[in-house]
């Protein structure tokens, strides 16, 4: 299970160290794709296969369900860690999630999710305020 923050920088190749909690259950190899609130979700490949599964089964003549699942999919690369535990981060994905100098990598369960700092200290800021409303809603999920 990924949980925790931490916070680390991107260098000037673009490349990112990933958190050595959070490498041996990514494997060597996983998958980076756009995830929601601008962030990047990090699957491990069985997570990704689980995924892909589930988006899968989204009947395709709904357009909202196409949209989404066309969105996901495009924005996925395969990554591999290199040997001081660091992934390049493609262009695109830095760009849509605004990732700059300053990142905070997430654990959130089943994934990894990578952050801009701003962006996540603003995320934080908003969501903070909403935390108990958000807990109270959670029983409607028999949490």
Same mark, same amino acid.
């Given at each position: 299970m990924f949980m925790g923050e931490y916070h680390h920088t991107i260098d000037d190749k673009g490349r990112l160290i990933i958190p050595a909690r959070f490498r041996e259950e990514l494997g060597v190899k996983?998958?980076?794709?756009?995830?929601?609130?601008n962030c990047l979700f990090v699957y491990p490949m069985q997570g990704w296969a689980e995924m892909e599964q589930k988006l899968r089964s989204l009947?395709?003549?709904? @357009?909202? /369900?196409?949209?989404? +699942?066309? $969105?996901?999919?495009?924005?996925?690369?395969?990554?591999?860690?290199?040997r001081q535990g660091r992934i390049l981060l493609p262009g695109n994905l830095r760009e849509y999630a605004r990732l700059d100098k300053e990142v905070v990598v997430v654990g959130v369960s089943t994934r990894v999710e990578i952050w801009s700092r701003s962006r996540w200290e603003e995320y934080c800021r908003?969501?903070?305020?909403?935390?108990? @409303?958000? /807990?109270?809603?959670? +029983?409607? $999920?028999d949490i």
């Open positions: 996983f998958v980076i794709t756009k995830g929601l609130d009947p395709f003549t709904r @357009a909202d /369900a196409r949209a989404f +699942v066309r $969105f996901f999919f495009s924005g996925a690369t395969e990554c591999e860690l290199d908003e969501t903070s305020d909403q935390y108990e @409303a958000l /807990a109270e809603k959670m +029983v409607d $999920f």
